[in-house]
């Protein structure tokens, strides 16, 4: 199921909506400071985190679900949202630097063909941080919160389908340790060690998993390791154990 992109604007509009969006902004922005000449898209419902690149970033673009539908955004000058399908982004390959993906994964009719996408159109060292909800988390089992709308990871999965899709994850962080009952019920303070508790206590309870990722541009080679003889000298041993086999060599070739 897939919540339609009005229904996530109201969300991020109501008090519990805008402290999930605070909650997990503050995550982003330690991650990802805003910074001059880059080129940056959000795919998903990544609207409200966006606008705090608008003013910095080079470029910034809204990419959402066509089953999602697309809202008007920026609401004055030169439109930046674009309808999308998981089998086809609208971009040149190697045109971005950052990558913001929250509310679309979970939702996707095939994740891993649109996680390779997001790597065709990432540059060489490009960046891509991944928002999904956590299996284990409250927040992706509530019908009261958008992350229940999909599929939920738990962190091997998540790990595994990056780097299926040739993205690297590099860094690891975790954001609404705070019950959604309790979230925007409580002083800002409280929430603030609570979100503080759970990631260094309980991270695996959190209610999404944030991670970066960066773009791999090659597999790794797959090797044949021969027997050797106990009576072959140590040189000639390291040579064999480095003799890769023809027939089991992989190459990495991007699918487009």
């Not at 969300?11 to 402290?19: I, L, T």
């Not at 679900?65 to 674009?82: C, E, F, M, V």
Request: aromatic share 8%; net charge positive.
């Amino acid at each position: 199921m897939i919540v339609e992109a009005a229904t996530l604007r109201d969300f991020y509009a109501s008090p519990q909506g805008q402290e999930t969006q605070r909650l997990i902004g503050v995550r982003i922005i330690n991650l990802w400071p805003p910074t001059p000449k880059l080129s940056m898209a959000g795919i998903g419902y990544a609207l409200p985190w966006l606008e705090d690149y608008t003013s910095t970033v080079t470029h910034t673009l809204a990419l959402m679900p066509a089953k999602q539908g697309a809202l008007i955004w920026p609401p004055s000058g030169q439109r930046r949202t674009s309808l999308i399908t998981d089998m086809q982004l609208p971009l040149p390959d190697e045109c971005l630097d950052r990558i913001l993906i929250i509310h679309a994964l979970e939702v996707s009719q095939d994740a891993p063909v649109l996680l390779r996408q997001i790597w065709r159109t990432l540059k060489p060292g490009g960046k891509a941080l991944v928002i999904v909800p956590n299996r284990r988390g409250l927040w992706g089992h509530l019908s009261s919160t958008p992350f229940s709308a999909g599929y939920t990871f738990s962190h091997n999965e998540l790990a595994n389908l990056l780097i299926n899709a040739m993205l690297t994850p590099e860094v690891w962080d975790t954001a609404l340790h705070v019950p959604p009952a309790l979230s925007w019920r409580m002083p800002s303070r409280m929430t603030q060690r609570w979100e503080w508790c759970g990631r260094h206590i309980t991270p695996g309870l959190a209610g999404v998993f944030i991670v970066e990722a960066s773009k791999q541009l090659y597999a790794p080679l797959k090797l044949h390791l021969k027997p050797v003889s106990a009576h072959t000298s140590p040189q000639k041993a390291a040579a064999l154990r480095l003799i890769p086999a023809p027939e089991q060599t992989t190459l990495a070739v991007p699918a487009y």
